[in-house]
């Protein structure tokens, strides 16, 4: 089982750490060597499992908002961006465009050589509760922002999650308990066989609409990659040559280590920090992943590169296609591009987990909102900004049926019903004097031939 879009060898993943000048390095203007242009991208979405109530074409593809450079010192901007829906069988665009308008700078007088890395997000929902989501990396050279290129994308794969973000305690719990223990399932395997099945443990049944998109088995094959035992446990026939390979071997439980640990502190983070009235934003979830980063350094512990166990077969250390794509070359690993891979495709996933970023006009309220009418229109009692609005009374009915209430009510257009007429009269009856219209025909008391 994979984490995400595998077809990423052609795309190229990134080193996070633009140089940050002191602004008194830079006395003197200098001559922009800006590269600005409008990248369009075309690509496949496709379902990781069929998700009741989304199609492909509810699918919409989106360029996010940041963009990572490769280039030392070199920086990338987003600065607008278009979006479109996948067509029934989930190649985009289907009639619009998907595009992204970059810069990519360096801040002197040599013009930038490096790449962006964007991400492209794919996200659909049923207009209630659940959610499909996915996303792939994309590697935009400088030609292809000068020209205003149009670019392949890897394939989305989507997942299900949920509209509403959060998870309950007992969700939480079982995430990062099966995290940890299935992590270390997978190293116990390797190092002793198929036996070491029986010290193998399990967080136990999952809670109800707790993962419900599968994401702690993709992060485990993110994490192990081809030694994932998640799936076939004891496939593994033969101990890995531990002897020779104690250090790969100490490697793959780094890798796992590293990404079990974000993953859960960066769920945990959003679910505490983030998932508060008015509090769940893309800032707040981006800042949360800079939070839980210092995980990600246990890579960091791995010695050695990738070697075969000659005995099983296995390339040790592993991980997902997604990272190992473009992370390790002729078996040698970049660590500092693992960790920027791993933060990225994790963060995607602990947001699959965890729920999905509240959106004023997508019907369906949220994290936050008061209301959400499907729209960005003021004026209608929810307002562009997904607050209920107060737009004062209305009347109808007259007389004893007259009713006034607020336009709107909860963030809905409210529908006045006036009142239920009731009987006027007899003559002599205190309907016939109580200045009331009672019967609602517009007389009131001896006016009205009912009291005559
Ligand atoms: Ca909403
Ligand atoms: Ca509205
Ligand atoms: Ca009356
Ligand atoms: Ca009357």
Redesign the pocket.
Known sequence: MKLRASRSKSLGLVGIGALTLAAWTCPTTVPASDVTGTVSFQGQVSFAAPIAGIALDDMAVTPALTAEPTGNGEHCDVLAVTSDFADGLGAYPDGGTVSAQVTISRGGPNPPDGTCVLTLRAYGNDGASVSARGFVTVAVSVTDIQTSASVAAGEIVARGSKTIAGVDKLCMKWVKKQLKLRSKCNYLLLRLGPDAVLKCKDAGLEPLNCDNGDYVPGILALAHGGTDQQVNPGAVTNPIDTAVLLDQLKCQKFLGKAATNFTATRTKLVQTKCIVPAGDTRTCRDARTKDAAPKLTLVDNCLGDQMTDIMTGLLVPDMGDACAATCVAAGVIDKRCVKSCFEIQLSEASDGIIGDLPECGNGIVQQGEGCDDGNLVDGDCCSSICAPENLGNQSCGI?GCLVTIGVCEAGEPATCEPGTPEV?GPMGDETCSDGI?????A??DTA?S?CN
């Open positions: 007389g006027e219209d009672n019967d609602c025909d007389a009131t009205d009912s």
